[in-house]
């Protein structure tokens, strides 16, 4: 994992409260806690000798880079809009590549921002059930964190995000230790090789997140652990390497991106 040191703190104005809060995600995190001190971020991240700090303000918690101007925070991303258009008879290439019915179980083996996953866990109503791995500790503690108390209007969609069984775990480790034909789906969508996010939303946490390749056995270990398909999201035209032959590719509409459908293992 790449490493990224950082300290946790708060906003410049403060209170015992925020500091309390700041302190716990801390400790929740293994990370250590430093005073803002009324210091720009560029100035505390200097003095202290880091390259990040995760501000807790009273308005949300997320990740700084100064040096490059990243912030990334929790949010929904486009998961309210696709869940919109779906419910008004338009689709989603993902839901139709996974042919998500009620009641279907789906392992989201790279959770990120848990924003395909909130469209599953929608799909699949409150009767399927959807588990989601995510490998950076940080991301996944704001994740975890996001998807319970991140409030938002849309019929069922924060529903659907309280859902979502979120995990810390690294998907390579995760699906060797899982019963074969345990999920009807499991999905991956992993960084592509190039930088192609048009999306200023994405920039945030491909900065961050791991960007280890998935290899050709994580993928056959999804083979066995899927009874319906296995479904893995790329950038058309991209090979993602490792990835077995697909039986089918559904296209993600008029964006760029496409759904290889991989069978289970027999
Ligand atoms: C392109 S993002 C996924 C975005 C996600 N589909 C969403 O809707 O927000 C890829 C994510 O997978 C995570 N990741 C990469 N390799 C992983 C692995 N082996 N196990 C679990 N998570 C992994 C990255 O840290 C990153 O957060």
């Not at 505390?44 to 990334?72: K, N, Q």
């Not at 989603?92 to 924003?115: E, H």
């Not at 899927?226 to 008029?254: C, F, T, W, Y």
Request: net charge negative; proline share 6%.
């Amino acid at each position: 994992m790449r490493d990224l040191p950082y300290l946790v703190t708060t906003s410049r104005r403060t209170d015992p409260e925020l500091v309390g809060r700041a302190q716990a995600w801390a400790e929740r995190l293994g990370m250590p806690y430093a005073d803002r001190a009324d210091r720009s971020l560029e100035k505390f991240c200097a003095e202290e000798g880091v390259e990040a700090a995760l501000t807790v303000t009273s308005v949300r918690v997320g990740l700084v880079i100064p040096a490059d101007g990243t912030e990334y925070f929790f949010h929904p991303s486009m998961a309210r809009t696709r869940i919109r258009n779906t419910r008004e008879g338009g689709g989603d290439p993902m839901v139709t590549a996974m042919a998500l019915q009620p009641g279907d179980s789906v392992l989201d083996c790279t959770l990120g921002r848990a924003a395909d996953a909130t469209v599953a866990a929608w799909a699949v109503g409150e009767d399927g059930h959807v588990v989601g791995y995510e490998a950076h500790p940080l991301l996944a503690a704001l994740t975890i964190e996001g998807l319970a108390s991140y409030e938002i209007d849309g019929a069922g969609v924060q529903e659907a995000m309280r859902r979502i069984d979120a995990r810390e775990g690294d998907c390579r480790e995760v699906l060797p230790t899982l019963d074969t034909r345990s999920f009807d789906v499991v999905y991956f969508d992993p960084f592509f090789g190039r930088m192609v996010e048009r999306s200023d939303a994405m920039k945030p946490l491909r900065r961050i997140g791991l960007h280890e390749p998935i290899e050709r056995v994580t993928y056959e270990a999804a083979r066995r652990v899927a009874s319906r398909a296995v479904v893995v999201k790329q950038r058309r035209g991209e090979e993602l390497p490792g990835v077995p032959e697909p039986a089918n590719i559904i296209s993600g509409g008029g964006s760029r991106i496409e759904y290889l459908v991989i069978e289970p293992a027999r």
